[in-house]
């Protein structure tokens, strides 16, 4: 199938840290991405992994991958009001333009 | 590098009336573009893949007569919305990709979101 799922909503205390889960179905060379979109706007991407990988990091934001497991997350360290937003994570096989949104996370900071 | 804009963000239009969309890369040659639809808090739904000076290739179930798309030039497609009624109202969003930039990557545009009274 080509089902990515999400949960839908998570709440979280300002400075606390988020955690978005992903998981997703190609098991071939593949690359994941995580998008932010707040109200009314278009997506911003936020990062990517390739498949080949286990972790990245930049900066606040932290994706673990679970090959195995197929699992993605994107972890938000000290996460603040201005954070809240819809995340989607999306995969695409290598050498191909298609893209597979989950159903995205809606992220609430409460202050 | 890599900004794709739309044009207009927000239009309201007439049931009945048509209503064009304009999607740009401003930076980059888009040889590809797509288009999305995105209803009230839900995922985003790929509508068509265009290719620049070809006729798009539209998803199941998406009606290439309503939804009519030109690509022709490297940095500009166009969505029309023929007839347009309420149901038609949505968040749309189109992403371009091209050669001269990461390959098969896609660059998303901000978002137009049409309304049909």
């Known amino acids: 199938g080509e089902d990515v799922e999400q949960s839908l909503f998570l709440s979280v205390r300002e400075g606390d840290s988020s955690v978005i889960n992903c998981t997703y179905t190609?098991?071939?060379?593949?690359?994941l991405y995580w998008y932010k979109q707040e109200p009314g706007a278009g997506l911003q991407l936020l990062t990517y992994?390739?498949?080949?990988?286990d972790m990245k990091q930049d900066q606040r934001l932290t994706v673990l991958l679970n090959k195995k497991d197929k699992h993605l997350s994107l972890r938000i360290a000290d996460t603040q009001t201005g954070d809240s937003a819809i995340y989607f994570c999306?995969?695409?096989?290598?050498?191909?333009?298609?893209?597979?949104f989950g159903t995205g996370t809606r992220l609430k900071v409460l202050a | 590098g890599a900004v794709v804009s739309q044009h207009p963000s927000r239009v309201i239009c007439k049931s009945g009336t048509s209503v064009k969309i304009e999607c740009r890369s401003l930076?980059?040659?888009?040889?590809?573009m797509f288009w999305y639809r995105q209803f009230p808090k839900q995922s985003l739904m790929l509508m068509a893949t265009?290719?620049?000076?070809?006729?798009?290739?539209?998803e199941q179930g998406v009606e290439k007569d309503k939804f009519l798309i030109n690509h022709a030039s490297l940095t500009l497609s166009t969505l029309t919305v023929t007839s347009a009624h309420p149901e038609d109202s949505s968040f749309y969003i189109c992403?371009?990709?091209?050669?001269?930039?990461?390959?098969?990557?896609?660059?998303f545009g901000p978002g137009t979101r049409l309304t049909v009274t």
């Open positions: 265009s290719n620049e000076g070809s006729k798009a290739t539209y």
């Open positions: 992403s371009a990709t091209g050669f001269d930039r990461q390959s098969y990557e896609q660059y």
């Open positions: 190609d098991s071939s060379s593949t690359y």
């Open positions: 992994i390739f498949s080949n990988m």
């Open positions: 930076d980059f040659q888009a040889t590809t």
């Open positions: 999306a995969e695409r096989a290598s050498g191909t333009y298609k893209y597979i």
